[in-house]
């Protein structure tokens, strides 16, 4: 067999084989294993028990971020089923548990408002191919290095987008048209106040009061399952008149969901991305809490988000909307003794018989029961301690906190993050610059006779420069290097060159051939192997080869200059004291 031999566009065959054996690797390893397995069947029972517990305390989450994202309570529950279960088995976390949020209800409500549910479903499958093609491209690695204050910033924003769109429920009015959630609750304000009904701010209150007192108290109850019940019992019992969320499916709906017309999905573009992103995003940041939580556990973040996206292909399908990984529900779970995701498999078969046998019971939770757990939800959302930590750390990092929030509540979450991330590059960007510098360093030891010491001081001048030589920093560096006056050579030495960009190799030739106009000779010392593409990218380190000008460190930089000076006559006589100066 020739081993040479090519296909139709010209690959070698073997090179093609090896390709496609990669590919497929790559496919393989973000499927579900033996070793997953084998981690099931170490303690079912627990996880059963674990699985039991995280679906008591996602059913009244998963009632109420359906209601809020504007396709139902039923959308909601199926999204927890049917998207919990895939994520479980697909996903790259032992300990996830995935279904509807609050941060992805922010995202979906503008999508309602201007395509219908048919955008929504729409928009959860093209986040599905989104997060499975970033899988493929082992993106996931790449995702998680959002900083801090951005992530806190948009939680921040989000729980307050969350608390304000609970508003009208809470108080019992017809919500106002809009995607300004701050105007509508203004509205629902004003309504109220013109016309006071007190039955649903009651339940509303109640809940949210019982759901953050008892989290304080006893954190290991469900108090918002409690609380809706009781409440539920409540209305039923005074017949107070409040809005239900309806009637519930006895079973999932049939893959049969309305989408929309193919010509539409280019507008949807833009959401399906942020979708995406903020899947991704969650779901990675719940992991990392997860991991957190236990001992010796670690997430594959590729993984990860390949189960997310398969479990927002399949979500959709069922009248479902686009899901993420819970970190409260998450929470729960590690808390509860999980130790494989055969618990968050459990959690989504609990609330499929939830769904199947009591559905009539559901369908009479009042609206307000809810929006008092979505109230409750956003507060406990803001973590306190951490948002005081990044305002107290520094300026910057308040400022990023701040913006992001701001940028969340009044614009969208893609904007928010967008901001922040501009922001945070450019003060990050700003404070290594500033930690870069450049400095005059002495060229022999202090055990150097003085009048030799003054000689070379009057003749010779050497820069070390310390840090990044990029473009926030390099014109300062030339501005500092051109200043050098009243000496015959300068040294400039580049050990201490952290990274060079083609901004600072242009302005160091610069400096070079200012200098050398003035008649200054240039010498280069202790330049580090990977920075030499960036210096061969400008001409300057050919130059300075063939010019014999360019050494491994100093010493040998300095017996040049002497031999330089001694050469056109300043330096009368060889010098014969040994250096000792590293590069």
Aim: hydrophobic letters at 55%; glycine letters at 8%.
């Amino acid at each position: 067999m020739n081993t040479d031999s090519k296909d139709a566009e010209g690959v070698a065959v073997p090179e093609r084989r090896a390709r496609s054996r990669a590919a497929w690797g790559r496919v393989t390893s973000l499927l579900p294993s033996r070793g997953d397995l084998v981690t099931i069947r170490r303690s079912p029972a627990r996880d059963l028990l674990a699985g039991g517990t995280v679906a008591i305390v996602a059913l009244p989450l998963a009632l109420g971020f359906g209601v809020a994202s504007g396709l139902g309570a039923a959308a909601g529950l199926a999204t927890a089923v049917v998207a919990g279960a895939i994520a479980a088995i697909f996903g790259g976390s032992n300990y996830q548990v995935s279904g509807p949020t609050g941060a992805m209800t922010v995202v979906l409500v503008p999508i309602v408002a201007r395509y219908g549910a048919g955008g929504v479903l729409t928009v959860g499958l093209m986040a599905g191919v989104l997060l499975i093609g970033l899988a493929l491209a082992r993106a996931g690695r790449h995702i998680r290095l959002i900083p801090a204050p951005v992530v806190e910033g948009f939680t921040v924003g989000i729980a307050a987008v969350i608390f304000l769109q609970q508003i009208p429920a809470a108080l019992g009015v017809a919500a106002g048209e809009g995607e300004n959630v701050a105007l509508i609750a203004w509205q629902a304000v004003r309504d109220f106040a013109a016309a006071p009904a007190w039955p649903a701010i009651t339940l509303a209150g109640a809940v949210a009061a019982v759901m953050l007192v008892g989290a304080r108290w006893k954190p290991q109850i469900p108090f918002s399952l409690l609380a809706v019940t009781v409440a539920t019992g409540a209305a039923v019992w005074a017949r107070l008149d409040s809005p239900v969320i309806g009637a519930l499916p006895a079973t999932l709906p049939s893959p049969s969901i309305d989408f929309l017309d193919p010509a539409a999905i280019p507008g949807l573009t833009g959401a399906a991305v942020a979708v995406a992103a903020l899947a991704a995003l969650e779901s990675l940041l719940s992991a990392t809490v997860a991991d957190g939580m236990t001992v010796g556990s670690r997430h594959d973040p590729d993984r990860e988000l390949f189960g997310q996206g398969l479990a927002n292909l399949a979500a959709p399908l069922f009248g479902g909307v686009p899901a993420t990984a819970a970190i409260a529900r998450t929470a729960v779970n590690v808390r509860s003794g999980a130790s494989s995701r055969l618990a968050a498999l459990a959690h989504a078969i609990v609330l499929a018989l939830i769904m199947f046998a009591a559905a009539p019971l559901v369908a009479h939770i009042p609206l307000a029961a809810l929006a008092g757990v979505l109230l409750a939800t956003a507060v406990r959302m803001i973590e306190v301690g951490s948002v005081r930590v990044l305002v107290r750390a520094s300026r910057s990092d308040a400022a990023i906190l701040v913006l992001t929030a701001a940028v969340t509540l009044a614009i969208d979450l893609v904007w928010a993050v967008i901001c922040g991330l501009v922001v945070a590059g450019a003060l990050a960007l700003r404070k290594i610059a500033a930690s870069a510098r450049i400095e005059t360093v002495p060229l022999t030891d202090e055990d150097h006779h003085l009048a030799e010491h003054a000689l070379l001081a009057e003749h010779i001048v050497a820069y070390r420069i310390d840090g990044p030589l990029f473009f926030a920093a390099a014109h300062r560096f030339l501005l500092t290097l051109t200043e050098t006056a009243d000496v015959r050579v300068a040294i400039i030495r580049l050990s201490r060159v952290t990274a060079i960009d083609a901004t600072g190799a242009l302005v160091l030739r610069d400096a070079v051939e200012r200098l050398e106009a003035r008649g200054v000779t240039v010498y280069l010392s202790g330049m580090r192997p990977e920075h030499a593409k960036t210096l061969e990218a400008v001409d300057l380190l050919d130059r300075f080869r063939k010019a014999g000008k360019l050494f491994e460190a100093t010493p040998g930089a300095i017996a040049a200059a002497r031999s330089h000076l001694t050469a056109i006559g300043v330096i009368p006589r060889p010098q014969t004291a040994p250096d000792r100066v590293g590069a």
